[in-house]
Protein backbone atom coordinates (compact mmCIF):
# COMPACT_ATOMS: atom_id res chain seq x y z
CA UNK A 1 0.00 0.00 0.00
CA UNK A 2 1.68 3.37 -1.25
CA UNK A 3 1.83 5.93 1.90
CA UNK A 4 0.62 9.57 -0.16
CA UNK A 5 2.00 12.76 1.77
CA UNK A 6 0.11 15.55 0.13
CA UNK A 7 1.42 19.00 0.26
CA UNK A 8 -0.77 21.56 1.41
CA UNK A 9 -1.62 22.44 -2.30
CA UNK A 10 -3.01 19.15 -3.31
CA UNK A 11 -5.86 19.74 0.12
CA UNK A 12 -6.67 22.90 -0.69
CA UNK A 13 -7.78 21.58 -4.55
CA UNK A 14 -9.42 19.00 -2.95
CA UNK A 15 -11.40 20.72 -0.85
CA UNK A 16 -12.35 23.57 -3.46
CA UNK A 17 -12.71 21.11 -6.68
CA UNK A 18 -14.65 17.97 -5.36
CA UNK A 19 -14.14 16.60 -9.14
CA UNK A 20 -11.06 16.92 -9.33
CA UNK A 21 -7.80 14.41 -9.66
CA UNK A 22 -7.20 15.54 -5.84
CA UNK A 23 -10.61 14.88 -4.53
CA UNK A 24 -10.44 11.23 -6.07
CA UNK A 25 -8.01 10.40 -3.94
CA UNK A 26 -9.72 10.79 -0.84
CA UNK A 27 -13.24 9.38 -2.80
CA UNK A 28 -11.05 5.74 -3.61
CA UNK A 29 -9.67 5.67 -0.27
CA UNK A 30 -12.10 2.89 0.45
CA UNK A 31 -10.04 0.79 -2.67
CA UNK A 32 -7.59 0.33 -0.09
CA UNK A 33 -4.72 1.13 -2.34
CA UNK A 34 -3.28 3.93 -0.50
CA UNK A 35 -3.43 5.79 2.81
CA UNK A 36 -3.47 9.74 2.50
CA UNK A 37 -0.94 11.43 4.92
CA UNK A 38 0.08 15.08 5.77
CA UNK A 39 1.37 17.30 8.01
CA UNK A 40 -0.04 19.69 10.78
CA UNK A 41 2.26 22.65 8.82
CA UNK A 42 0.49 21.75 5.24
CA UNK A 43 -2.81 21.51 7.42
CA UNK A 44 -2.30 25.49 8.76
CA UNK A 45 -1.42 26.42 5.43
CA UNK A 46 -4.19 25.12 3.90
CA UNK A 47 -6.88 25.91 6.63
CA UNK A 48 -5.41 29.80 6.11
CA UNK A 49 -5.29 29.81 2.22
CA UNK A 50 -9.09 27.96 2.23
CA UNK A 51 -10.50 30.82 4.88
CA UNK A 52 -9.19 33.51 2.63
CA UNK A 53 -9.95 32.26 -0.86
CA UNK A 54 -12.73 29.68 -0.65
CA UNK A 55 -14.27 29.96 3.02
CA UNK A 56 -17.33 28.06 2.13
CA UNK A 57 -15.53 24.91 1.67
CA UNK A 58 -13.72 25.16 5.09
CA UNK A 59 -16.43 22.26 6.00
CA UNK A 60 -15.69 20.03 2.82
CA UNK A 61 -11.74 20.34 3.90
CA UNK A 62 -12.54 19.33 7.60
CA UNK A 63 -14.46 16.30 6.23
CA UNK A 64 -11.26 15.34 3.95
CA UNK A 65 -9.18 15.94 6.77
CA UNK A 66 -10.74 12.85 8.74
CA UNK A 67 -9.90 10.74 5.66
CA UNK A 68 -6.06 11.62 6.57
CA UNK A 69 -3.44 10.91 8.84
CA UNK A 70 -2.05 14.33 10.49
CA UNK A 71 1.55 14.23 11.47
CA UNK A 72 3.19 15.96 13.56
CA UNK A 73 5.77 18.65 12.31
CA UNK A 74 9.56 16.99 12.60
CA UNK A 75 12.11 19.34 13.98
CA UNK A 76 13.74 21.17 10.88
CA UNK A 77 17.56 19.44 9.96
CA UNK A 78 19.72 19.79 6.96
CA UNK A 79 18.32 18.35 4.15
CA UNK A 80 19.85 16.39 1.23
CA UNK A 81 17.89 18.34 -1.51
CA UNK A 82 17.67 22.48 -2.34
CA UNK A 83 14.29 23.63 -1.13
CA UNK A 84 12.91 27.10 -0.76
CA UNK A 85 12.39 27.61 3.47
CA UNK A 86 8.95 27.10 3.01
CA UNK A 87 8.76 24.17 1.16
CA UNK A 88 11.65 22.17 3.58
CA UNK A 89 9.14 21.69 6.20
CA UNK A 90 6.62 19.18 3.86
CA UNK A 91 9.62 17.41 2.64
CA UNK A 92 10.49 16.62 6.10
CA UNK A 93 7.64 14.97 7.25
CA UNK A 94 6.78 13.17 4.51
CA UNK A 95 10.44 11.34 5.02
CA UNK A 96 9.53 11.47 8.75
CA UNK A 97 6.46 9.84 8.34
CA UNK A 98 8.07 7.26 5.67
CA UNK A 99 6.04 8.13 2.67
CA UNK A 100 6.49 6.30 -0.48
CA UNK A 101 5.11 9.21 -2.58
CA UNK A 102 5.26 13.23 -1.83
CA UNK A 103 2.40 14.72 -3.80
CA UNK A 104 2.20 17.89 -4.92
CA UNK A 105 1.20 20.61 -7.53
CA UNK A 106 4.18 22.82 -6.88
CA UNK A 107 6.27 22.29 -9.73
CA UNK A 108 8.43 25.43 -9.57
CA UNK A 109 9.77 23.92 -6.59
CA UNK A 110 9.96 20.15 -6.30
CA UNK A 111 10.13 19.95 -10.16
CA UNK A 112 13.86 19.14 -10.71
CA UNK A 113 13.16 16.53 -7.53
CA UNK A 114 10.03 15.09 -9.12
CA UNK A 115 10.34 11.04 -9.88
CA UNK A 116 13.88 10.65 -8.79
CA UNK A 117 13.53 8.77 -6.00
CA UNK A 118 17.33 8.23 -5.80
CA UNK A 119 18.20 11.41 -4.61
CA UNK A 120 15.17 12.34 -2.10
CA UNK A 121 15.97 9.75 0.24
CA UNK A 122 13.55 7.02 -1.40
CA UNK A 123 10.30 9.26 -1.82
CA UNK A 124 8.68 9.16 -5.21
CA UNK A 125 7.95 13.17 -5.61
CA UNK A 126 4.52 13.91 -8.12
CA UNK A 127 1.99 15.72 -9.05
CA UNK A 128 -1.44 13.67 -8.11
CA UNK A 129 -1.62 13.61 -12.23
CA UNK A 130 1.25 11.82 -12.53
CA UNK A 131 0.78 9.27 -9.55
CA UNK A 132 -2.77 8.43 -10.75
CA UNK A 133 -1.56 7.76 -14.47
CA UNK A 134 1.17 5.03 -12.70
CA UNK A 135 -1.36 3.07 -11.00
Known sequence: MHRLFLDAN????????????AAFLFDALDLKRWELLSSTFAMAEVQRNI??????????LASLVAGLT???QPTPVAIGITL???????????????????????RQHFGRHMNRPQATGGIIIQTVAEYLEGC
Not at 51 to 60: E, I, N, V
Not at 92 to 103: P, S, V
Open 10 to 21: VLFTAAHNPDGK
Open 51 to 60: AAKYPTCAAR
Open 70 to 72: VVA
Open 84 to 106: PEKDRPIYLAALACRATHLLTGD
